[in-house]
């Protein structure tokens, strides 16, 4: 049986993990987004680490592959020598998501590998993760979890709008696509001014204006000589 899959953003592959084969299967798409032009390329097992992988996922530049399945309880991680050649992939490590999730069927990276996203099995949550080295998963801290048990209690396919405002999940008890709102990307502040060019304006102002040296006091307010000013309650 195959399950979650990816195609590699040029649409000339396409890979697929059997949850019972143990293995991602890589397929040549001769026509680039067309399926019917598939031809199966070759194999790489993954037993070694899941017994049953649900979902494959690939960095950006396919120079790395990550799996989840509802045996191991963890993301594993594989370095591919030859992008997008999973012949050449070697296994490197792997992060437990069992303190959220004992069943994880589903995963999706930010596209810049900053954040993941896990969906699983028994939890019907979907788990947010930090990434402070991107694409590297030893560096992975939970964030927080969003319920999706009232329109999908078997969650598997997870996918977001390339902007993150839309998230997508599927899976085989409701039988549909349930789509949610996310929101625009919030913006963060800096420790620093001098990395505010990285942030909202506004927020960066908020932000140094919290600095001590930037404020002054009801006392010191109050005793400014100036005759247009108003004494503060």
């Known amino acids: 049986g195959l399950a979650g899959f990816y195609i590699k953003p040029d649409g000339t592959k396409l ?106 099995l028994t939890g019907d949550n979907v788990y947010q993760y930090d990434l402070s080295t991107a694409w590297d998963i030893s560096t992975l801290s939970f964030v927080q979890s969003f319920s999706v048990a009232s329109q999908e209690t078997s969650p598997q396919g997870l996918f977001f709008k390339s902007d993150g405002d839309k998230m997508y999940v599927a899976g085989t008890s409701s039988g549909a696509i349930n789509q949610y709102d996310v929101g625009a990307e919030g913006y963060t502040t800096s420790e620093t001014w001098t990395n505010a060019t990285t942030n909202d304006e506004f927020a960066s102002i908020a932000e140094a204006m919290t600095v001590a040296a930037n404020q002054m006091n009801k006392a010191q307010i109050d005793a400014v000589a100036d005759g247009s000013h108003f004494t503060l309650g």
């Open 15 to 120: 890979y697929a993990p059997g949850y019972v084969g143990d293995g991602v299967y890589e397929y040549n798409l001769s026509t680039a987004w067309d399926v019917s032009t598939a031809s199966y390329s070759q194999t790489f097992s993954v037993s070694g680490q899941e017994a049953t992988p649900y979902t494959v996922s690939f960095k950006s530049d396919g120079t790395k592959m990550y799996i989840v399945g509802v045996s191991g309880d963890d993301v594993n991680e594989y370095t591919l020598s030859t992008a997008w050649d999973v012949s050449t992939a070697s296994y490197n490590q792997n992060f437990s998501l069992a303190a959220q999730e004992n069943a994880p069927s589903g995963i999706y990276f930010k596209p810049d590998g900053t954040e993941l996203y896990v969906t699983g």
